[in-house]
T-cell receptor
Framework: EAGVVQSPRYKIIEKKQPVAFWCNPISGHNTLYWYLQNLGQGPELLIRYENEEAVDDSQLPKDRFSAERLKGVDSTLKIQPAELGDSAVYLC?????????????FGPGTRLTVL | GNSVTQMEGPVTLSEEAFLTINCTYTATGYPSLFWYVQYPGEGLQLLLKATKADDKGSNKGFEATYRKETTSFHLEKGSVQVSDSAVYFCALGAYTGANSKLTFGKGITLSVRP
């Protein structure tokens, strides 16, 4: 079974440029998460989807970040414009349900460097 | 709010040494507890979990017991191997209404030397 796929794995951009990350969850997983991981820190949730619906986006900085999950499968996370402080690893995860105790499967992440 | 505190790292051990990585948590309700591991160049993988008090999670020789009285979920292994070198994250999963997310500790880097 294929795991969570993310692309690109690495991205280097100039500040004020836009950037987008793509995630393909495990087949059949209805819940999709985007996490932000700063260097030396644990991941922090940005947004959670149940199918197509964003059910928890309270930690997403909506002035510059946006996300979508069309058809309840793949998802894209966008930053526009990027700032120096956005340099981090962006992780996508998926699970079969959003209930406590459900295992989340993580992708390898996209490492973003903003110059 | 929910939080997870892990012991400061990094940790360096010799092969076959005993490992303990401390993790304590603060949470409302009845959370599930997890240990995730991140090997170099790879994504986070679930190592073990426990969903209620006194449960013991175990996998690959690692164990952790959900202690509600001390709000702890310490990770242990009796004899570490070089291949255990990785970053270990303790995490808490709580379901409250529409919110279901993992709250992670900062992670700790383990290096095992031959």
């Amino acid at each position: 079974e294929a795991g969570v796929v993310q692309s690109p794995r690495y991205k280097i951009i100039e500040k004020k440029q836009p950037v987008a990350f793509w995630c393909n969850p495990i087949s059949g997983h209805n819940t999709l998460y985007w996490y932000l991981q700063n260097l030396g820190q644990g991941p922090e949730l940005l947004i959670r989807y149940e199918n197509e619906e964003a059910v928890d986006d309270s930690q997403l900085p909506k002035d510059r970040f946006s996300a979508e999950r069309l058809k309840g499968v793949d998802s894209t996370l966008k930053i526009q414009p990027a700032e120096l402080g956005d340099s981090a690893v962006y992780l996508c995860a998926s699970s079969y349900s959003g209930l406590a105790g459900g295992e989340q499967f993580f992708g390898p992440g996209t490492r973003l460097t903003v110059l | 709010g929910n939080s997870v505190t892990q012991m400061e790292g990094p940790v360096t051990l010799s092969e076959e040494a005993f490992l303990t990585i401390n993790c304590t948590y603060t949470a409302t309700g009845y959370p599930s507890l997890f240990w995730y591991v991140q090997y170099p160049g790879e994504g986070l993988q679930l190592l073990l979990k426990a969903t209620k008090a006194d449960d013991k999670g175990s996998n690959k020789g690692f164990e952790a017991t959900y202690r509600k009285e001390t709000t702890s979920f310490h990770l242990e292994k009796g004899s570490v191997q070089v291949s255990d070198s990785a970053v270990y994250f303790c995490a808490l999963g709580a379901y409250t209404g529409a919110n279901s997310k993992l709250t992670f500790g900062k992670g700790i880097t383990l290096s095992v030397r031959p």
